[in-house]
């Protein structure tokens, strides 16, 4: 079975297809660049690039699989949560494809397609090693960072644990690189700078690291970081400027650790991933690896470029809904939020936000 998928809920255009074991054929990302002048997303430029790029995104990645539309067998495309505006191009897209080709379609929660990015693997790279079910994951990216536990593939089968009560970690790693002038998005530049930077030497607030509860909070530290750029100025030499950027990150990163091994813990799972776009970062893989280890647990993280926005994800999470015989055709519609339950600790379920 081949899978076609399309991501546009943000400011990447992507168009991958993927095989029934969860192997990338191609996978082809566009980033936008117009909003680098904005320092963040705006999201009417987003859909008018996603407009301009949808057809000659999937053009190419039909080429680099060598294959056609009717070669496909189902067409996944992401349908909430993001932009709406940005979602509905590619829907339409998905949609119309589908309708051309009689194809079956369904819609793709994109937080799904982060979670289950594990199970990718690409020609270029080892074999990957998929975490068996259940595991608890953490999914860090610029719009969203929470706990879940993923006992399947299905919706429901996917639980929330715990959320971050304002900014995602990928929002302050790109409003502390705004903050220091290093443009968007800041989470590469950050991790690049941080490298070499002490992450002691300049005192941030902690980010909510209480003992016992699986929610985050990044707007403390960002603005942590903030003031002292107000008290400071903006560090005038480099090693200054990696120091900022290495202890705003140690503290950012200490306490997505912390509360994956804790989740895992009060789940009584065996394995954790980490996901999202914050989950390419170089200290956050090392460290998640040596506390799952310290832990007796086993870490699974995505190839780096499954981690950041791609089509390829959205294609797998499609095809096991495909492979469960399910066809959106008639109602696929596009929503700003998530529709994966959240769990308080007695285990009745609720709705996110
Ligand atoms: O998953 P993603 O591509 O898009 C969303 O769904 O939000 O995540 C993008 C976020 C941005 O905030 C970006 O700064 C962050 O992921 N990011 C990183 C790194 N690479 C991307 N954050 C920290 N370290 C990185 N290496
Ligand atoms: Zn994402």
């Not at 959205?314 to 700003?336: H, K, M, N, W």
Request: glycine share 10%; proline share 5%; charged share 20%.
């Amino acid at each position: 079975m081949l899978v076609l998928g399309l991501e546009t809920s943000c400011d990447e255009t992507g168009a991958a297809i993927v095989d029934d074991t969860g192997r990338v054929l191609a996978d082809v990302v566009q980033s936008q660049v117009v909003h680098t002048e904005f320092g963040g997303i705006v999201p009417e430029l987003a859909s008018r690039d996603h407009l301009k790029n949808g057809g000659p995104v999937l053009h190419q990645a039909l080429a680099l699989a060598n294959v056609s539309l009717a070669d496909i067998d189902g067409i996944a495309v992401t349908c909430r949560p993001g932009l709406s505006g940005a979602l509905l191009v590619g829907v339409q897209l998905a949609r119309g494809l589908a309708w051309a080709s009689e194809k079956p379609v369904v819609g793709v929660d994109h937080l799904v397609g982060h979670l289950l990015a594990v199970f990718l693997s690409y020609p270029d790279l080892a074999p990957a090693d998929p975490p068996k079910l259940p595991f608890v994951a953490l999914l860090a990216s610029g719009g969203h960072t929470a706990l879940y536990r993923v006992d399947g593939f299905e919706l429901s089968a996917v639980r929330e644990l715990g959320a971050t009560r304002d900014d995602a970690a990928g929002e302050a790693f790109d409003k502390v690189a705004k903050a220091l002038g290093l443009g968007y998005p800041g989470g590469p530049v950050v991790d690049r700078l941080a490298k070499e930077g002490n992450p002691d030497a300049i005192p941030l607030a902690r980010p909510m690291s209480g003992k016992h509860t699986l929610e985050f909070s990044f707007s403390g530290i960002k603005t942590s970081v903030a003031r002292w750029v107000e008290a400071h100025g903006r560090p005038g030499d480099d090693q200054t400027l990696r120091d900022v950027c290495a202890s705003f990150q140690r503290r950012v990163v200490d306490t997505l650790v912390k509360k994956l091994v804790l989740a895992a813990r009060q789940e009584r799972v065996e394995t954790v991933v980490i996901a999202g776009g914050v989950a390419a970062n170089r200290e956050l893989r090392e460290r998640a690896h040596a506390a799952a280890t310290k832990a007796g647990l086993r870490l699974v993280v995505p190839p780096f470029r499954a981690c950041t926005d791609n089509a390829a994800m959205i294609a797998f999470a499609g095809l096991t809904r495909l492979q469960r015989g399910e066809d959106d055709s008639d109602t696929l519609s596009v929503s700003p939020k998530t529709a994966l339950a959240t769990v308080t600790r007695k285990g009745s379920g609720r709705r996110a936000g």
